[in-house]
């Protein structure tokens, strides 16, 4: 396999706050490889969003990265400096933030903040930049772009103006698209309609990318390799096909038990893992998912979890599945 475009090796991510330490990533690893795409799902608060800020040196006080190493190519990201990586941001590795009313400025056209980034990364004249402002625009579906590139980000619907962030995060081809949750908040046609552009435009531009979602149908359709986290820790990592045919972690085969089968009939109940994730906030050793696990053991709540290598061609992180694979098969050693 060739080198990754993105390698993430022991990444700590933590907030010190006045209750303690607030570990959002604690220790995660992984690699992307170019023109894949690896979704990261889990939870609200399992630090799928701290992960990508992490990756862009986005991370504000009382937030710091106290440990890891993040690569990109042959680039040490948290060695470089502010200015460094103001040049890489936007350029090599563009970002679709989950709100764009929040992340475009209401007070500067649609066309301004398209042209500025185009300028500041390529040093094309103004003219230059807005006819690549205009091609980018007709290339993500928004109809008319010579005559909205003077409107505001209050005159664009949700999904226009999620269209309009994806222009900018392709301006520069980057090598690497993250993009974070950016269905968020849209119906369900104008989602469908971002994703199948935003997998056409990765496929044009043959760039890797790292997808933050909750639903796991956009993963199956997607994703090339999944990573599950829970609690600021992978709990399982994989291929898609592997992941959905043959989950081992219980945490993986809870998310997706509680997806609706065509076949449930109308009376089924909905589906769900039992309680609620924990705070890491200064988290006692263990696994943290041990109180909502049908297959956790006493060494649950006392040691880490290794890292296993299954024999289905995964990597989980749990006592559950070491017991399994060393039994021999599924099931084999675990709690009930």
Known sequence: MSEPVLSVRGLKTHFRLRTGTLKAVDGLSFELQAGRVLCIVGESGSGKSVTAQSIMRLIELPGRIVDGDITFRDQDLLALTEHEME????????????????????????????????IAHTGASRE???????????LVGI????????????????????????????????????ADEPTTALDVTIQAQILRLLSDIQKKLGSAMILITHDLGVVSAMADEVLVMYSGRMVEYGDVKTIFRNPRHPYTLGLLDSIIKLDDSRES??????????????????????????????????????????????????????????GGGPGAGAAP
């Open 269 to 326: 109940e909905l589906r769900s893992i039992s309680g609620l994730p924990p705070i890491p906030i200064d988290p006692p050793p263990g696994c943290a998912f041990r109180d909502r696990c049908v297959k956790a053991m006493d060494i649950c709540g006392e040691q880490d979890p290794p890292w296993i290598e299954t024999a289905t061609g995964s990597t989980a992180v749990c006592h559950a599945v070491e017991a399994d694979e060393a």
């Open 87 to 118: 040049d890489l941001r936007g350029n090599r590795i563009g970002m679709i933030f989950q709100d764009p009313m929040t992340s475009l400025n209401p007070v500067f056209t649609i066309g301004e903040q398209i042209v500025e980034t185009i």
């Open 143 to 178: 109809p008319e772009p010579e005559g909205r590139l003077s409107d505001y980000p209050h005159q664009f619907s949700g999904g226009m103006r999620q269209r309009v962030l994806i222009a900018i995060a392709i301006a520069c081809e980057p090598d690497i698209l993250i």
């Open 128 to 138: 230059q930049a807005r006819a690549r402002a205009v091609e980018l625009m007709r």
